[in-house]
C-alpha cells in the first residue's frame, strides 16, 4: 500500500524558535493534510492542500504541496509551548485508495520554555 | 454541538474476551472509519464504511469486526483473534469518501489488555 516517510520523529526546541517537519512518498497523493493531536485526544486539521505548488498558511502554520505531489512540508514559525504535540501528515490518494488517508508516523513536537 | 463520540475513554479487556469500542456521530455525515494508533507509529486503518450496511477491510482488518445499521453508528468490536490489541483506537467521519479531507475524529479509546 501506499507509505509516508515523514521526518523528523521528535524535535525538542526552545520557544520562539522555527519548526519544520516534512512528509515524502514514493506515491503521488491528490490532497495533503496536516493534523496535530493532543495527548489522549484525537488528531485536529490544521491544513488541507489540494494542488500541486500549493503553498497555505493557518497564523504560525505554513505548509506546501510538493511539485510532484510526493512531499509535503509544515513549518510553525516562533513556537510556544502549546505547540508541543504529535503533528501527523496525511496523503489521500487515487486509484484503489481513493478516499483513505494514509498517514505519516508522526512528528512529536516539544517546546521548552 | 455536531461531532464524534467515542465511549468507553479506557477499556481493559482480559486475554481471550471480545470487546465493543462505541463511535457516535451526529454530524449526518455518511463515511466512518477506524483507526489503530501505535506508539511512534501512523495511524493505520482498520475498517471503513460509506453508508448505512456497506463497510470495507482497511490495511489491519484481521482480529477486528464492524456493522453500519445506522448511520450514526459503527461499532468496533475487537475479538479474541487480534493478537496484539492493546492501543489507541480512533474512530472518524467524513461527509462522504470523495470528501475524505473533510474528516472529524473522536477522542479515541486506549484499550489495555490485562
Known amino acids: 500500500g501506499q507509505q509516508l516517510n515523514q521526518s523528523p520523529q521528535s524535535m525538542f526546541i526552545q520557544e520562539g524558535e522555527d519548526v519544520s517537519m516534512n512528509c515524502t512518498s514514493s506515491s503521488i497523493f491528490n490532497t495533503w493534510l496536516w493534523y496535530k493531536q493532543d495527548p489522549g485526544e484525537g488528531p485536529v486539521l490544521l491544513i488541507a492542500l489540494y494542488k500541486a505548488g500549493e503553498l497555505t498558511s493557518n497564523g504560525r502554520l505554513t505548509a506546501q504541496f510538493g511539485i510532484t505531489r510526493k512531499d509535503s512540508f509544515l513549518n510553525i514559525s516562533a513556537s510556544i509551548p502549546s505547540d508541543v504535540g504529535i503533528y501527523f501528515c496525511a496523503g489521500i490518494g487515487g486509484g484503489t485508495s481513493y478516499g483513505k488517508l494514509t498517514f505519516g508516523q508522526g512528528t512529536i513536537l516539544t517546546v521548552h520554555p | 454541538d455536531g461531532g464524534i463520540t467515542q465511549s468507553p475513554k479506557y477499556l481493559f479487556r482480559k486475554e481471550g474476551q471480545n470487546v465493543t469500542l462505541s463511535c457516535e456521530q451526529n454530524?449526518?455525515?455518511?463515511?466512518m472509519y477506524w483507526y489503530r494508533q501505535d506508539p511512534g507509529q501512523g495511524l493505520r486503518l482498520i475498517y471503513y464504511?460509506?453508508?448505512?450496511?456497506?463497510?470495507q477491510k482497511g490495511d489491519i482488518a484481521e482480529g477486528y469486526s464492524v456493522s453500519r445499521e445506522k448511520k450514526e453508528s459503527f461499532p468496533l468490536t475487537v475479538t479474541s483473534a487480534q493478537k496484539n490489541p492493546t492501543a489507541f483506537y480512533l474512530c472518524?467521519?467524513?461527509?462522504?469518501?470523495?470528501?475524505?479531507?473533510?474528516?472529524?475524529f473522536g477522542s479515541g479509546t486506549r484499550l489495555t489488555v490485562v
Open positions: 454530524l449526518n455525515h455518511d463515511a
Open positions: 472518524a467521519s467524513s461527509i462522504d469518501l470523495a470528501r475524505a479531507y473533510g474528516y472529524t
Open positions: 464504511s460509506q453508508i448505512v450496511n456497506d463497510f
